[in-house]
């Protein structure tokens, strides 16, 4: 048996059958999965494909359109990005709910992408990376209710996106630090390239919407929201560890 509960904007999960055990398991296996592929050497990032990588390098001058469209790209393609946006929105049903955590993340990210570029402010991209898997799983916990189970109350959902927005930013921006961008029409480019990853953003929300709306008409929702946010958490996890596979192969 599940049940919702609301607080203010924010809806959580929880399970009335021995909620604690249940999500005290689920995080230790998902810890296990985490550190059995941290210690495996096994690292994946999601980056910049290779021909895109040799378009930025080689570009000289204003290109608006192409770092609009490099920036959606970077942010449809960006699964680690999604899923903290899924997590996100996974109990928010008012479009009010929806504009204002999304506008809190891109905000977030939006400053640090900027602040990362024009301002040569750079952070390890393992580490940063890592951090945005973590961000992925405190939203599931956030979403299961686990911290008010466990420590007696609920985070402030709407500084925890803000706050996991500025590190999203700067894995963002880490991307493309990796390349040695122009200094002819940079500071337009990245403006465009901001502005396509809030295109990017819409585009993956409205399809993420969609298909949620159309889920949470089905009875199978409320019955299966529980192992869909233990899911995410794992999927959190296993993002961490790889990134921490990263960082310690290149220490």
Known sequence: MTRLFRRGEHESLYSTQCPTQKIGYLLKIAVVTMLSLTASGFASAHGVAQGDASFIENVS??????FIYLGAKHMVTGYDHLLFLLGVIFFLYRLKEVSLYVTLFAIGHSSTLLLGILGNTSVNPYLVDAVIGLSVVYKALDNLGAFRLWFGF?????????????????????KLQDFTLSEDGLIPNILAFNIGVEIGQLLALTAILIVMNLWRRSPSFDRHAFTANAALMTAGFVLTGFQLTGYWLTK
């Open 61 to 66: 001058g204003t290109q608006l359109l192409a």
């Open 154 to 174: 609920q985070p402030d959902a709407r500084a925890a996106v803000l706050i996991f927005g500025f590190f999203h930013g700067f894995g963002l921006a880490s």
